[in-house]
């Protein structure tokens, strides 16, 4: 599903952000990853999804050669990873509806098959009343809802998750917590980076522990001593 070997990654400043990472994730995990500030935790898993290219090592998510991609294939690997992203990242002149129907015309879906998913994903985030309003008329735990969403729209394996409850009370992320257990119980593999305490001890999976751009622990077990 996800492998990295030997994975490296200096920017043009000089500064190593990850240094020498080998990981193995599964089909179906779902994976914590934890870390001080500054550690390598944003780099790694943005170069899951091609956002940042390693400076060397090899990288293979869903069968793809992450690395090796030319710039016109990077498309067919975001087809199968979607991102939710801590500040949501919505279109704020799009009503909900068209904000997720975007992801699919991209992909040029069918009219039926947008509306019939689009239906169905917000159904399953508990929106579908909130279909024609914009993003400002929503609260936080709403907006990620509609992100997550979107996020799902073309069914993706892999679901990466950037502190998707950062900025949202505690009740809102445990809510939004039980809707990626929903997502996870489906099939979709998720890597979640955060720094909630309470998420990581209590809804127990997977943990990689990222520290000085290296994994300093990697427990299936679960479970992280750090401040939140």
């Given at each position: 599903?996800?492998k990295?070997k030997d994975?490296?990654?200096v920017?043009?400043?000089?500064?190593?952000?990850?240094?020498g990472?080998?990981?193995?994730?599964?089909?179906g995990?779902f994976?914590y990853?934890v870390?001080?500030?500054?550690?390598?935790k944003?780099?790694?898993?943005?170069?899951?999804?091609?956002?940042?290219?390693?400076?060397?090592?090899?990288?293979?998510?869903?069968?793809?050669d992450?690395?090796?991609?030319?710039?016109n294939?990077i498309p067919?690997?975001?087809r199968?990873v979607?991102?939710?992203?801590?500040d949501?990242k919505?279109l704020p002149?799009?009503?909900?509806y068209?904000?997720?129907a975007?992801?699919m015309e991209v992909?040029?879906?069918s009219p039926?098959?947008?509306?019939?998913?689009?239906?169905?994903v917000l159904s399953?985030?508990g929106?579908k009343?909130?279909?024609?309003?914009?993003?400002?008329e929503l609260?936080?735990?709403?907006?990620q809802?509609?992100?997550?969403?979107?996020?799902i729209?073309?069914?993706?394996?892999?679901?990466?998750?950037?502190?998707?409850t950062?900025?949202?009370?505690?009740e809102t992320?445990?809510?939004?917590?039980?809707?990626?257990?929903q997502?996870?119980?489906?099939?979709?593999t998720?890597?979640m980076a955060?720094?909630?305490k309470?998420?990581?001890?209590?809804?127990?999976?997977r943990?990689i522990?990222i520290?000085n751009g290296?994994?300093s622990?990697?427990?299936k077990?679960g479970g992280y001593?750090f401040?939140?």
């Amino acid at each position: 599903m996800i492998k990295m070997k030997d994975v490296v990654k200096v920017y043009d400043n000089g500064i190593t952000a990850v240094n020498g990472i080998s990981v193995h994730i599964e089909q179906g995990e779902f994976v914590y990853v934890v870390g001080p500030s500054g550690a390598g935790k944003s780099t790694f898993i943005k170069m899951m999804y091609r956002e940042e290219i390693p400076s060397s090592g090899k990288i293979e998510v869903t069968g793809y050669d992450v690395p090796q991609l030319k710039h016109n294939e990077i498309p067919y690997l975001r087809r199968q990873v979607g991102v939710v992203f801590q500040d949501f990242k919505l279109l704020p002149n799009l009503t909900v509806y068209e904000n997720i129907a975007y992801a699919m015309e991209v992909l040029e879906k069918s009219p039926k098959q947008i509306q019939n998913r689009v239906m169905e994903v917000l159904s399953l985030v508990g929106l579908k009343h909130k279909a024609r309003m914009k993003p400002a008329e929503l609260s936080g735990g709403e907006q990620q809802r509609v992100s997550i969403a979107r996020a799902i729209a073309n069914m993706p394996r892999v679901l990466i998750a950037d502190e998707p409850t950062g900025n949202l009370d505690p009740e809102t992320s445990w809510e939004i917590m039980e809707l990626l257990e929903q997502i996870n119980a489906q099939g979709t593999t998720i890597i979640m980076a955060t720094h909630n305490k309470s998420i990581v001890n209590e809804m127990r999976h997977r943990v990689i522990v990222i520290e000085n751009g290296r994994i300093s622990r990697d427990d299936k077990e679960g479970g992280y001593d750090f401040e939140a």
